[in-house]
């Protein structure tokens, strides 16, 4: 098991210019988030999504931020155009829902983004 | 509104010391309490929930819902924990939104 799989892990862009970011949850998780986390902070949630539907996005940018999850497996999260404080690590994660609670939120390596 | 506050951005202690990680939540529901862990060049990952009540690599954490707070301990540090150390909240009944701390990092020197 390969685990929460993202790409690219680095990325250099020049601002204004778009930049994507691909994420595959490990198989059989239904609940997909996607994070951002700025230097010297902890991760803040940018959307998470149950399946295709995005239940929580209230901290997206939406002016700049768009994020995907066709067929509820894969998911991209995009950002056009891009903003010198846009800079930081795009972290992805998923997990399953057990009965009771408490299911653990499995995270990917990151791809950390740098608007010049 | 949930929130994780961690008053330590550094904590420095010496191998065989005790450590504390703070962790204070605020949250008006039943809340479910993590602590993840980030070594150096690693992934973010789970290192205990409270649910679980166990000891994983050492460390164990108390929900205190009268002080809220969930603080990790480990009686005798240890070099290879030295990594960064997120708290982290779950509402259960908003669904899984997961909310985390600033983070703290632990560096335990010999």
């Known amino acids: 098991e390969a685990g929460v799989v993202q790409s690219p892990r680095y990325k250099i862009i020049e601002k204004k210019q778009p930049v994507a970011f691909w994420c595959n949850p490990i198989?059989?998780?239904?609940?997909l988030y996607w994070y951002r986390q700025n230097l010297g902070q902890g991760p803040e949630l940018l959307i998470r999504?149950?399946?295709?539907?995005?239940?929580?996005d209230s901290q997206l940018p939406k002016d700049r931020f768009s994020a995907e999850r066709l067929k509820g497996v894969d998911s991209t999260l995009k950002i056009q155009p891009a903003e010198l404080g846009d800079s930081a690590v795009y972290l992805c994660?998923?997990?399953?829902?057990?009965?009771?609670?408490?299911?653990?939120?499995?995270f990917g390596q990151g791809t950390r983004l740098t608007v010049v | 509104a949930q929130r994780v506050t961690q008053p330590e951005k550094l904590l420095s202690v010496f191998k065989g010391a005790p450590v504390e990680l703070k962790c204070n939540y605020s949250y008006s529901g039943s809340p479910e309490l993590f602590w993840y862990v980030q070594y150096s060049r690693q992934r973010l990952q789970l290192l205990l929930r409270h649910i679980s009540r166990e000891s994983i690599k050492g460390f164990t954490a108390d929900l205190n819902k009268g002080e809220t707070s969930f603080h990790l301990k480990k009686p005798f540090a240890q070099e290879e924990d030295s990594a960064m150390y997120y708290c982290a909240l779950r509402s259960r009944g908003g669904g899984n939104k997961l909310t985390f701390g600033t983070g703290t990092q632990l560096k335990v020197e010999l």
């Open positions: 994660a998923s997990s399953f829902p057990r009965t009771g609670g408490s299911s653990e939120a499995f």
């Open positions: 999504y149950e399946n295709e539907e995005a239940v929580d």
């Open positions: 198989s059989g998780h239904n609940t």
